[in-house]
């Protein structure tokens, strides 16, 4: 555990802020691993020309960004602390929240904190199960893990292989967690094209799991166009090890080899061709969910969870490359969607990027029933330019629970932090933020935060490359929300807070 002395206020001159088979598992403690990670799976580093490294190191010492891993942040954050990597060597992915733990994922597997004293976390397990990017979810005692990337088997130790290999495998992966701190491995699903990250649909017996996936090349011969659908997974709670595909419920149908989504280049040049989804968010209270699908961003109803229904599709031609995650407002007349301009490897937080593209879109939800449409409002961006050597676009967050507000707190990978407020769909603003300076100031090398998420009063952030940071908010536009308090947290099945 690190704490961290209070670091200096940043100064800026860059952009205008005010701040107001086998299925062990490997359990692992700070020894050594029982299986090996995979070395691709850690950050990549890309060299940058010497103009760019150059105005990198300039602008440190002008005081306009950070030094490496120098913190800063608005005056009504406080970084409470921080765990560093320990035995997963990976990219740390996404979170997930039950009672006093926090469960994170990593390339490498998973990690269990305890957080009940938020200031104090302690680890409590570390699996080791490779296969990226290990998109994490739980319910009840069921924790859920997505494998993308070609396997030899489904087992925890296994290895990477070709994708054109027989045996390959690429599915969900489900645990029993009973016992927080040895967790079990108890079923593997295979599904079309992996499973990218995954979206959980929690009923009293099942649990359904709508397995998003894409096809990034031509390379993978069982994820062919048109792949334009999700895979349907049923999960008996009381029996998970009977967990199946249910269905593949056609998202885009349309004739021709690609199905009806977008095309992509060079009819849209800049756009991804849609193959299938990135993200999903569903909102069970209103029997909705919103589709983040590479060239489009889609509404649909749940009502029936092995059949959803699309009501509207939209795409943005103009600004966004693609569509990468979605968040409803509470009261369910909005979505945010994000663009992952440059994959999330690119520094498309700078000044010659611009604030329209790597950006939030807004979208209002006009209408009722079948008729519901997405008319967009707005884009929004960190108003902090960062280095050409950062990696920074739009990535994961949750909604901060207030009664009457639309307040989000939102990872930007090595942007950082942020907390918006876009109550005003039409006029979005930043109220606080935090962030580390590049990790590097000769070459991109990848970082930042995947995942930033409010929970039960405090921001909880998994670094890529740093660890697990604890954040909290002192301000009075974000005060009413530390009296919501959860029992489970998914942020991607997003709850109801105020039912």
């Given at each position: 555990m690190t704490l961290l002395n209070e670091p200096?206020?940043?100064?800026?001159?860059?952009?205008?802020?005010?701040?107001?088979?086998?299925?062990?598992?490997?359990?692992?403690?700070?020894?050594?691993?029982?299986?090996?990670?995979?070395?691709?799976?850690?950050?990549?580093?890309?060299?940058?020309?010497?103009?760019?490294?150059?105005?990198?190191?300039?602008?440190?010492?002008?005081?306009?960004?950070?030094?490496?891993?120098?913190?800063?942040?608005?005056?009504?954050?406080?970084?409470?602390?921080?765990?560093?990597?320990d035995a997963l060597p990976g990219t740390n992915s996404d979170l997930a929240f039950q009672g006093k733990y926090a469960f994170a994922g990593n390339y490498d597997g998973f990690r269990v904190f305890d957080i009940s004293d938020p200031k104090a976390p302690k680890t409590v397990a570390q699996v080791l199960c490779p296969g990226s990017q290990n998109d994490i979810s739980v319910s009840g005692n069921l924790l859920f893990l997505s494998t993308d990337s070609s396997r030899s088997d489904s087992s925890c130790s296994s290895t990477t292989q070709p994708a054109t290999e027989k045996s390959s495998w690429e599915g969900m992966k489900v645990f029993d967690i009973s016992d927080k701190a040895n967790p079990k491995y108890v079923a593997a699903v295979e599904t079309a094209c992996g499973s990218h990250t995954h979206t959980l649909v929690p009923e009293r017996k099942n649990v359904y799991v709508y397995v998003s996936s894409y096809s990034p090349s031509a390379t993978f011969p069982d994820c062919q166009p048109p792949h334009d659908g999700i895979s349907v997974i049923k999960v008996p709670r009381s029996a998970p090890e009977q967990a199946k595909v249910v269905g593949f419920p056609v998202l885009f149908p349309g004739d021709g080899p690609d199905g009806g989504g977008n095309p992509g280049a060079p009819t849209n040049p800049g756009v991804s061709k849609t193959t299938g989804c990135h993200d999903i968010t569903v909102l069970p209270s209103k029997d909705l969910a919103a589709g983040a699908c590479m060239g489009d961003g889609i509404l649909f109803?749940?009502?029936?969870?092995?059949?959803?229904?699309?009501?509207?599709?939209?795409?943005?031609?103009?600004?966004?490359?693609?569509?990468?995650?979605?968040?409803?407002?509470?009261?369910?007349?909005?979505?945010?969607f994000t663009d992952e301009l440059g994959g999330g490897g690119a520094a498309t937080c700078n000044e010659a990027t611009g604030p329209d593209r790597g950006a939030d879109g807004i979208y209002e939800i006009k209408g009722s029933g079948d008729n519901r449409k997405l008319v967009f409002k707005s884009y929004f961006k960190i108003p902090r330019h960062q280095a050409d050597t950062e990696n920074c676009v739009a990535h994961n967050g949750s909604l901060i629970p207030v009664k009457g507000k639309d307040l989000m707190v939102q990872a930007w990978y090595q942007g950082g932090v942020s907390v918006w407020d876009f109550t005003d769909s039409a006029k979005p603003k930043e109220i606080a933020y935090f962030e580390r300076g590049p990790l590097s100031t000769d070459a991109i090398k990848s970082g930042g935060s995947w995942s930033a998420y409010y929970y039960n009063g405090y921001i909880y952030s998994n670094d890529m490359a740093k660890g697990f940071d604890v954040l909290k908010i002192n301000d009075s536009r974000t005060d009413p929300a530390k009296d919501v308090r959860m029992s489970e947290l998914n942020v991607q099945s997003q709850p109801d807070y105020f039912d």
């Open positions: 200096r206020a940043r100064r800026r001159r860059l952009g205008v802020f005010a701040a107001a088979a086998g299925l062990a598992a490997a359990l692992l403690t700070a020894g050594p691993a029982a299986a090996t990670p995979d070395p691709g799976d850690a950050p990549t580093k890309r060299e940058v020309s010497k103009s760019e490294q150059a105005e990198a190191e300039q602008a440190i010492r002008d005081g306009e960004i950070p030094a490496p891993d120098e913190i800063v942040h608005s005056d009504n954050i406080e970084h409470l602390g921080n765990i560093p990597k109803d749940i009502a029936d969870p092995e059949r959803p229904k699309v009501i509207d599709q939209v795409q943005d031609n103009v600004n966004f490359a693609f569509w990468h995650s979605a968040t409803f407002n509470q009261s369910a007349n909005k979505v945010v």
